[in-house]
T-cell receptor
Framework: QKEVEQDPGPLSVPEGAIVSLNCTYS??????FMWYRQYSRKGPELLMY????GNKEDGRFTAQVDKSSKYISLFIRDSQPSDSATYLC?????????????????FGQGTILTVHP | GAGVSQTPSNKVTEKGKYVELRCDPI?????LYWYRQSLGQGPEFLIY????????DSGLPNDRFFAVRPEGSVSTLKIQRTERGDSAVYLC???????????FGPGTRLTVL
């Protein structure tokens, strides 16, 4: 079983829809939770991050972390065609413990999102 | 400013050959990371450097894989006796110090025939 599980989709929504992306994980040593966005033939770029449990909002994007359930989510409001990409959840530990380290990111499989006009 | 650059962008080789993949990090970034991304999968951690030393090499799959960063800037990922299963996009990233916000290059697409 993988440490981080993410529904690969693909997900296709109309412009303006609310999108919900989710990941579950098994390693309780993870402390930092991130969402990266990857366009075709490009490297991933950091979209948002959250430390420990809680919510974080940035414009149309909201990230949620529930450490008790080992579940994280990314919500995209008023989705746009330019949001079409692969969304990757990623996690890291705060120290070298439990198979984690500051610099080692563990990614989910990625969810392919298409927002059509 | 310039981002992370990787060369070559594409590499086709034959099974059993040796390959080197190069990464030029963002100037001033002390941490450098290597990941491997297979088709339809998320990036898989291989190794990261803090300065010249490997801080965590727990992701290297076997002793055919080796990486160096002799002067704390450019890094080279070396793969010996390539196998077809090594075919993937090899991503390099860098950051000012070891942390989760990593700046990725476009990757080197390796194909082993």
């Amino acid at each position: 079983q993988k440490e981080v599980e993410q529904d690969p989709g693909p997900l296709s929504v109309p412009e303006g829809a609310i999108v919900s992306l989710n990941c579950t994980y098994s390693n309780s040593a993870f402390q930092y939770f991130m969402w990266y966005r990857q366009y075709s033939r490009k490297g991933p770029e950091l979209l948002m991050y959250t430390y420990s449990s809680g919510n974080k909002e940035d414009g149309r994007f909201t990230a949620q972390v529930d450490k008790s359930s080992k579940y994280i989510s990314l919500f995209i409001r008023d989705s746009q065609p330019s949001d079409s990409a692969t969304y990757l959840c990623a996690m890291s530990g705060g120290r070298s413990t439990g198979g984690t380290s500051y610099g080692k990111l563990t990614f989910g499989q990625g969810t392919i999102l298409t927002v059509h006009p | 400013g310039a981002g992370v650059s990787q060369t070559p962008s594409n590499k086709v080789t034959e099974k059993g050959k040796y390959v080197e993949l190069r990464c030029d990090p963002i100037s001033g970034h002390t941490a450098l990371y290597w990941y491997r991304q297979s088709l339809g999968q998320g990036p898989e951690f291989l190794i990261y450097f803090q300065g010249t030393g490997a801080a965590d090499d727990s992701g290297l799959p076997n002793d055919r894989f080796f990486a160096v960063r002799p002067e704390g800037s450019v890094s080279t990922l070396k793969i010996q006796r390539t196998e077809r299963g090594d075919s993937a996009v090899y991503l390099c990233a860098s950051s000012p110090r070891a942390r989760f916000e990593q700046f990725f290059g476009p990757g080197t697409r390796l194909t082993v025939l």
